[in-house]
């Protein structure tokens, strides 16, 4: 299972291509085929890079909840696969993002990549700032949402 963490800005050239971090390069797993997906997020202006196999996995919940059948969730199924693109990383550890994934995020010379478990935000820096809750706010969030929860193992 893929696990991301930490964050790095990196600068994206004229032709809207990135270099891969090493810093998340070494937290890929060991069969990882060079193949992402990128989508944008459904709640905030920025992009979300899962592997391969991560998006595998997202795919496969999708389909055991949704009927394809049902116009509401085909309605969803539609915008949700629509604003996504597969990339590959290229003999020089770069990826290419289209220019419309850019354009839905607001990023054109800097990308902030931050590690979020089974995936890695993208987020141009300045959008980034603006949507960053404070310490105050993250431990009150924590407190709502882990302070009922026996963390303890059984």
Excluded at 13 to 19: A, E, I, L
Excluded at 45 to 72: F, M
Aim: charged share 25%.
């Amino acid at each position: 299972m893929q696990n991301f963490i930490g964050h790095i800005t990196v600068k994206l050239d004229s032709k809207g291509r990135f270099t891969f971090p090493a810093t998340f390069k070494k937290q890929l797993d060991t069969d990882f085929d060079n193949e992402f997906i990128v989508k944008k997020d459904i709640y905030e202006t920025c992009l979300i890079l899962y592997t391969k196999q991560s998006w595998q996995q997202i795919v496969n919940e999708l389909q055991k909840k949704l009927n394809p059948y049902n116009r509401q969730h085909n309605m969803f199924l539609r915008k949700f696969f629509m604003e996504t693109a597969q990339l590959s990383l290229d003999n020089n550890n770069r990826l290419l993002l289209p220019k419309q994934m850019l354009d839905l995020a607001q990023i054109d010379k800097e990308i902030l990549l931050i590690g979020a478990g089974n995936k890695i935000e993208l987020w141009n820096p300045a959008v980034f700032e603006q949507n960053i809750i404070s310490d105050e706010q993250f431990t009150q969030i924590a407190q709502t949402i882990l302070g009922t929860q026996n963390l303890e193992n059984d």
